[in-house]
């Protein structure tokens, strides 16, 4: 079969052996496969990242040296199955991008193990495999993962439905926070990036307000909702908090804040930020310019080291949190929010290409005026994107 494969940051279609299913797999007609923003760093950088991850245990990530095929955003029908396998030939599925093969699980389309769906076939799990539902097209069911990266950013980012959500860059990442943020009920999505192009995006994807930070801060879009944003208003709203509890008769003034404080009524008011940028300096200018006690969600990936103001940070109790991929729950709820079209996510794609034209794909994505989320038709002969 053909295939995409990187090597030494090269991308050439060549001629693979086609994969066979063993127990428990399913072999896929690729459908519909996305170029993801981790494939274009991933084809340049692959060694850095890989050694990142061996440091935490896991020495299977692609190296530059190796033959890659990339593609872990993809859609396909089921054409061969392995013995104990559920899925029909024929079924059209979503497949979480994990595959046991070389004597351990290996991240499908990011490793030597687990050949990815640049290519006319993909293997896959059977148990991590679902069925399309509800006719959902092959292109959207595609787009089931990079939305299940939104919906795992959205869930560990905790944000209550009346605290206000920014989300600093709009590409695709940024973009499946802000649809999944709308899906689950989020009131007040602000969203930032210096592309016009990729405003109105967001503004298509349910971003309540789009800002150019070039022109205005997403936080001063965020005036009025309470937000604390200087030293004195915490000390101010300490001391006045106490001097108003003490004049309530009868209950002393620090039952009243325990009692506020485990309903979380205590905490000041903040907002959720979305880190979906990526870049060095970006976490660092999120920290100095945020409200007080801001939540900061880093979704992006920065491979390189970068620098922070731990002091900076402490002084308005920012509070960071990491997220990574998604776990097989959201991934599966990713897919029927789409199905059940409680989000549309169709706007995010932009072009699609045949495997000939991906190492123009990878080209087109460098602007972010013209595209978000090219697919991959592995039937097609499209050289240069063509509109979906
Ligand atoms: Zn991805």
Redesign the pocket.
């Known amino acids: 079969m053909k295939a995409v494969v990187c090597n030494q940051a090269q991308l050439a279609v060549t001629d693979v052996a086609a994969p066979t299913a063993g127990t428990g797999q399913l072999v896929l007609d690729v459908v519909r496969c996305?170029i993801?923003?981790?494939?274009l760093h991933s084809r340049h950088h692959a060694d850095a990242i890989a050694d990142v991850a061996d440091e935490v245990g896991y020495d299977g990530l692609m190296r530059s040296d190796q033959q890659i095929v990339l593609g872990?955003?993809f859609s396909g029908v089921v054409v061969a199955r392995g013995k104990g396998s559920r899925i029909a030939e024929g079924t059209p599925v979503v497949s979480f991008p994990l595959l046991r093969s070389a004597g351990g699980v290996h991240p499908t389309g990011l490793s030597a193990h687990a050949p990815g769906a640049y290519a006319e076939q993909v293997l896959v799990e059977d148990a991590l495999s679902l069925p399309v539902p509800n006719g959902l097209a092959a292109e959207v069911a595609a787009l089931t993962?990079?939305l299940a990266?939104g919906l795992h950013a959205v869930r560990r980012g905790d944000v209550g439905k009346r605290q206000v959500a920014i989300v600093i860059g709009c590409g695709p990442v940024g973009l499946a926070v802000i649809a999944m943020l709308k899906a689950n009920g989020v009131r007040t999505v602000i969203a930032s990036d210096f592309s016009p192009g990729r405003r109105a995006l967001a503004t298509t994807m349910g971003a309540d307000a789009v800002v150019d930070p070039a022109a205005e801060s997403p936080y001063s879009a965020a005036v009025g909702h309470g937000h604390l944003t200087t030293g004195p208003e915490v000390f101010e709203l300490g001391v006045s908090t106490v001097e108003k509890l003490r004049r309530l008769p009868v209950v002393p003034w620090h039952q009243v804040w325990r009692v506020a404080d485990k309903v979380g009524a205590a905490t000041p008011k903040h907002p959720v930020v979305f880190e979906c940028v990526g870049v060095p300096g970006v976490l660092d200018e999120i920290i100095s310019s945020a409200p007080i006690y801001s939540r900061v969600v880093v979704v992006g990936v920065c491979m390189e080291p970068d620098r922070i103001r731990p002091a900076m940070a402490i002084n308005k109790e920012v509070e960071l949190r990491f997220v990574l991929g998604y776990t097989p729950l959201e991934f599966r709820d990713a897919l029927h929010l789409l199905a059940d079209g409680k989000v549309d996510a169709a706007p995010m794609i932009t072009g699609v290409v045949g495997l000939d034209g991906v190492e123009g794909a990878f080209e087109a994505l460098a602007d972010p005026e013209t595209h978000a989320k090219i697919l991959i038709d592995p039937r097609s002969t499209a050289t240069a994107p063509t509109a979906p």
């Open positions: 996305g993801c923003g981790s494939d872990h955003e993962e990079p990266v």
